[in-house]
Nanobody, 124 residues
């Protein structure tokens, strides 16, 4: 079993930035594909970004391409989401997820473990 804890959310102005962190328990973190998802009020959870186990391949939702960057530090059991040029539409609870596979996935059902989420609110 893997436990994931997100941090770094907060309230910011449009155009500002945040960096989210996700700390994972266990000794097999370097073998997991990792992802970030978000859920806005009244909407379903949606894919944001994913990174493979080595951190050398990433993929992003069209809505965040060019603004968000996912990365990982396997020595620290941590995955990050750098969010730049934030927009009000980015307001959501952001969830970290882990899958017991080396590859990336954009599918919610592919992930085995989920954090509790961290709130990101972007005001205009």
């Amino acid at each position: 079993q893997v436990q994931l804890v997100e941090s770094g959310g907060g309230l910011v102005q449009a155009g500002d930035w945040l960096r989210l962190s996700c700390l994972a328990s266990g000794s097999t973190f370097s073998m997991y594909g990792m992802g970030w998802f978000r859920q806005a009020p009244g909407k379903e959870r949606e894919f944001v970004a994913a990174v493979n186990y080595r951190g050398d391949s990433t993929t992003y939702a069209d809505s965040v391409k060019g603004r968000f960057t996912i990365s990982r530090d396997n020595a620290k059991n941590t995955v990050y989401l750098q969010m730049n040029s934030l927009k009000p539409d980015d307001t959501a609870i952001y969830y970290c997820a882990a899958k017991r596979s080396f590859r990336m996935s954009v599918t919610i059902g592919a992930y085995d473990y989920w954090g509790q989420g961290t709130q990101v609110t972007v005001s205009s």
